[in-house]
């Protein structure tokens, strides 16, 4: 088969085809095998559900997009240079984002460590050997953070070896700021949290001349996000791949300035004698970022919205037949902003606790995973939804809570 002929064939083949299904047609040319359909879910036993969660590392993300799996898939018959590669995609991926330079990394928490990684070491591949070990290597070694930003993720700044000093006024911040001074970082989703925004935290920075990095990882949509902190002077932009942009799951973007992308490189794969080793994303994983990143920028995200808020509208229609519930309609304000239906209601006339709905839910036919559960409410989101999908979530959660009438 030619390689043409192979390309057509490849456009063609439906979104959900795995390696498994292609057979050597030519020595080294593979095509894949009309009929094989390996149902690996079922083959182990592992339940499968409709995510009206969203994007949950734990529920394993979210659905690459067609063209993702594509890309996946045409990218894995061919050997290439994985520096060149991640040069090239992240060209592209720069553009897309109004920075100078990007990086595919293994998702946002990679990218953190890695974009840190790289402003402690420059491209010294020397100094990048030292890592996470820093005391007495004259490195910098300090991270600062608004108290308020503080969460579980901040673990991936420390993996650098550096200590995160919490502030929370301006006053301390500029206290705080000294020569092992490395970095100023910002979380936005907590960005409430905090006395100090963006703009006022970017500008601090530039006077003491220490560079910022800001953690999008859920915070797109709004799609604007994605350029948004670059333009604002952001040294490094972390986001996840595969939460709403549907790449990879263990995908991720580091964006920024040149010198510190190409720093942050020196510690990445294939390059081994640095922290980053461990988090190797393969050229399918690149080129997979990239075309969901495109596909994503490409959407018309007003209908895209609008969609959503129609599914959870017909969700709540259908629960509000059941006397004694209530619904509302939620979007909040930072991270994971899509429609968001709070399921509510009075338990003299509905006799059983969102636990319970919760749980029935998940052992129904299908299964339905919902996002959370108090004592009298259920909450759900349709983003992750396919479509179609509403139907179904809304006549299951009409009869579970029709059963406990
Ligand atoms: C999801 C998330 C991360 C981690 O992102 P990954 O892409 O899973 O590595 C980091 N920070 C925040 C705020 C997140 O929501």
Known sequence: MRRRELLKYLSVMPASSMLSRYVEVDKHVFAPVPGINRNLFEELGVRTFINAAGTYTAMTGSLMRAEVMDAINSSSLEFCMLDELQDKVGEKIAKLVHAESAVVTAGCFSAMTLGLAGVLTGVSEEKATLLPHLEGTGLKSEVICQKGHNIVYSHALRNTGCKIIMVETVKELEDAINDKTALMFFLNVQSDQGKIMHQEWVDIAKKHGIPTLIDIAADVPPVSNLWKFNDMGFDLVCVSGGKA????????????????????????????????????????????????????MSLDHDKEFAMQRAQVDLIATAAKTVKGVSTEIKVPPLGNVTPTLHISWDKNLVKTSGKELQQKLRGGQPSIEIGGSEENKIVLTAWMLKPGQEEIVAKKVREVLSAAV
């Open 245 to 296: 942009i549907r790449g990879p799951q263990s995908a991720g973007l580091l964006m920024g300035k040149k010198a510190y992308i190409q720093a942050a490189r020196v510690h990445m794969p294939p390059r081994g004698f640095n922290i980053g080793r461990g988090m190797k994303i393969n050229k399918e994983e690149i080129v997979g970022m990239y075309v969901a990143l495109e596909k994503f």
